[in-house]
Structure formats: C-alpha cells, structure tokens
C-alpha cells in the first residue's frame, strides 16, 4: 500500500451519547438503561479517525458549536494527528449531537441532531480548496447541507480527485449530482432510500444496484452487515463475503468500513480487496462499545486478519 495516503473529509462531528438497554421503552415508558457513554463521533469525523487510525494523513473539514463540546471535538481530531485546522467554530449554534440507543442483540438506533454540521457551506470548502486539491480521495456524507456535498463533488470530478459519498443518513438526494462520486456507499436502508427497491438479502442487493447503476451511479458499494458488501459496476458485480464475529455494538460499523476503504483504495489497493480489507475492519470494531474509540489501529488489524 502507498505509504501515507492522503484523505479528506468533508462532513459532519458530533458527540454521541450512547445507552445501552435490554430493551427499547415504549411511548410513555420510563425504564432504567444498563450502561451509558459520552464519545465523540459524526460521521465525517468517525470516517477521518478510521482512515487515520489505517495509516492514512487525513484533513477534516467541518463546523462545530461554541458550546463545550466544539473544542473538545477539535482537540479530539487532533489528538489522533488529523489535521483539524478547517474545522470551524460556530457562534450561537450547538454542536452536532448524536442520541445512540443500543439493544442487547448489539443493534443501535440513533438520532442526529445537526446543530453546527447544518451550517457548512460551499464557502467553506472552497476556503479548503489547496488542501482538498492535495488529497487522493475526497470523503463525504449527509449530516451536512446537500448543496455542501454536491458542491464538494463537482470540486472533486473537476480535479479528477476520487470521492467516496456515503449517503447517510437515508435520504432522497439528487442521483444527478451524486454521479459525480466515484464509489456510493450506501447500507440496506440507505440503498432503498435512493432505489426505492428494499434490500433484504443478496438478490434484493443486486436488483437495486442495477437501478441505481441505470439512474447514472457510476459504482456503488452496499453494505450489508452480516452478508458481507456488494460492489457493482458497469464492469460487473462482485460480493465480498463477511468477517463472522459476534458483535458486542454495531455502532460507528458503516463509518469505520468507509474511513478504512477510502484509505485503502487511496493507498493503492485493489478495489475487491479494498472491500474484504474494509469488510474485517468494520467487523472487528463491533467488538467493543462505542464509535471511534472502538476503532482498531492499523498494527491490530494486520494481527487479526490475513492482511499484512
């Protein structure tokens, strides 16, 4: 692999607050939780950690609030050795947060609250412009403005910069626009949301990567957790099979697979290797509680796969 590749990453920071509970309360239910965790997460800046953590030099751009959490958030990034110096704090807006609820089947639901992530703008990637230039692959997702991400995407098609959209949370976006990435990464929900076709199992996945690749979509990757990943293309379609662990929170397992594959693709390795790379990566940061602090370093993961 290219030594030290270089990853930016376009997008959003936020704290988690992460519960854990035997069950999910219904409405008007109070019940008392097990465990609980403050950690800092987004999924820009859980992505930039990943591919840091992988070996990769990564830049963040982003905003935070003037609240007590946007510095912390910055000295966090920087405490990792990423470059955190066009993350920008926001007067009169609150940090990203992130309600996490985590079932004893190790499944989560989360809510996000966009706070400063919602004030990103095209201004401030072009005031990012030098070091965006610089980077092998561009890295974004849809806790910031779309106009932002779109706009972050012609940059990159412009300058034949690879881009890696993650498009997340679910939403509808502009195919159009998102043609300009050069690998959409979406989950099962996330792949339904932009085909309206709902992916079940791996024939269900097939079917909507075709849609998605007729819509324009020039590769798309869909994750789909204990299946493994599905990369399609016009060349064809290849299934990456699962790294089989038994998690213990699934948590941060889509950011930690796009952080690790940006780096991986950045540092030169092939694009079905890069998947099955990205696929142990993610699998082995569900063994512990939490987002970025689960994330292993690029020396445990050789240890715990054939990649050497």
């Given at each position: 692999?290219?030594?030290?590749?270089?990853?930016?990453?376009?997008?959003?920071?936020?704290?988690?607050?992460?519960?854990?509970?035997?069950?999910?309360?219904?409405?008007?239910?109070?019940?008392f939780g097990r465990e609980f965790n403050?950690?800092?997460?987004?999924?820009?800046?859980?992505?930039?950690?990943?591919?840091?953590?992988?070996?990769?030099?990564?830049?963040?751009?982003?905003?935070?609030?003037?609240?007590?959490?946007?510095?912390?958030?910055?000295?966090?990034?920087?405490?990792?050795?990423?470059?955190?110096?066009?993350?920008?704090?926001?007067?009169?807006?609150?940090?990203?947060?992130?309600?996490?609820?985590?079932?004893?089947?190790?499944?989560?639901?989360?809510?996000?609250?966009?706070?400063?992530?919602?004030?990103?703008?095209?201004?401030?990637?072009?005031?990012?412009?030098?070091?965006?230039?610089?980077?092998?692959?561009?890295?974004?997702?849809?806790?910031?403005?779309?106009?932002?991400?779109?706009?972050?995407?012609?940059?990159?098609?412009?300058?034949?910069?690879?881009?890696?959209?993650?498009?997340?949370?679910?939403?509808?976006?502009?195919?159009?626009?998102?043609?300009?990435?050069?690998?959409?990464?979406?989950?099962?929900?996330?792949?339904?949301?932009?085909?309206?076709?709902?992916?079940?199992?791996?024939?269900?996945?097939?079917?909507?990567?075709?849609?998605?690749?007729?819509?324009?979509?020039?590769?798309?990757?869909?994750?789909?957790?204990?299946?493994?990943?599905?990369?399609?293309?016009?060349?064809?379609?290849?299934?990456?099979?699962?790294?089989?662990?038994?998690?213990?929170?699934?948590?941060?397992?889509?950011?930690?697979?796009?952080?690790?594959?940006?780096?991986?693709?950045?540092?030169?390795?092939?694009?079905?290797?890069?998947?099955?790379?990205?696929?142990?990566?993610?699998?082995?940061?569900?063994?512990?509680?939490?987002?970025?602090?689960?994330?292993?370093?690029?020396?445990?993961?050789?240890?715990?796969?054939?990649?050497?």
């Amino acid at each position: 692999m290219k030594q030290r590749p270089h990853i930016a990453v376009v997008g959003s920071a936020n704290i988690d607050l992460t519960t854990f509970t035997d069950i999910i309360p219904r409405p008007g239910e109070t019940i008392f939780g097990r465990e609980f965790n403050l950690g800092f997460g987004g999924k820009g800046a859980n992505q930039a950690v990943a591919a840091r953590l992988c070996g990769a030099d990564v830049t963040m751009i982003a905003r935070v609030g003037d609240d007590l959490f946007g510095e912390a958030t910055i000295r966090n990034l920087e405490s990792y050795g990423i470059d955190a110096s066009h993350v920008r704090i926001t007067p009169g807006v609150s940090s990203g947060v992130a309600p996490i609820f985590v079932d004893s089947s190790g499944q989560n639901r989360i809510l996000v609250v966009k706070g400063a992530n919602d004030r990103l703008t095209p201004a401030d990637v072009d005031a990012a412009a030098e070091v965006l230039s610089r980077a092998d692959v561009i890295v974004l997702q849809l806790e910031i403005p779309l106009e932002t991400v779109y706009h972050t995407l012609r940059f990159a098609r412009a300058r034949d910069i690879p881009a890696i959209l993650n498009p997340a949370p679910g939403q509808s976006i502009d195919i159009q626009e998102a043609a300009n990435a050069d690998y959409v990464v979406p989950n099962e929900t996330e792949a339904e949301a932009l085909s309206g076709i709902a992916v079940r199992d791996l024939d269900s996945a097939r079917e909507c990567a075709r849609t998605l690749l007729k819509a324009g979509l020039r590769r798309v990757i869909i994750t789909l957790g204990a299946q493994g990943a599905l990369l399609a293309s016009a060349e064809g379609m290849t299934h990456a099979p699962p790294f089989a662990v038994q998690p213990v929170d699934t948590s941060g397992a889509g950011d930690a697979f796009i952080g690790s594959l940006a780096c991986f693709l950045a540092g030169g390795i092939g694009e079905a290797e890069a998947i099955a790379r990205a696929n142990v990566y993610a699998a082995l940061s569900t063994l512990s509680a939490g987002t970025q602090k689960s994330f292993v370093t690029a020396e445990r993961f050789r240890q715990c796969s054939e990649f050497k």
